[in-house]
């Protein structure tokens, strides 16, 4: 897969990742503790960080889109 994810991008998606998953396991916020939302927020988060981690995004592909100078 073509690297399609700049550093910009790559820094601001590991952040919501790290925040996403802070917020599903440490936070103690009452929206987080039931399942459904920690689940998401666990998901999207872990997405993001593989993301951030890989370069590659998957809906960037499919639509075409990069947001790296290569």
């Known amino acids: 897969m073509t690297v399609n994810v700049g550093t910009i991008d790559r820094i ?10 802070y917020l599903a396991f440490l936070s103690g916020l009452p929206l987080f ?10 998901a999207v988060g872990i997405v993001m960080l593989i993301v951030a981690a890989t370069r590659v995004c998957p809906v960037y592909s499919i639509f075409g889109l990069k947001t790296c100078r290569a």
């Open 33 to 42: 503790e039931g399942g459904l939302m920690k689940i998401v927020a666990a």
């Open 12 to 21: 601001a998606r590991a952040l919501l990742g790290l925040v996403l998953l």
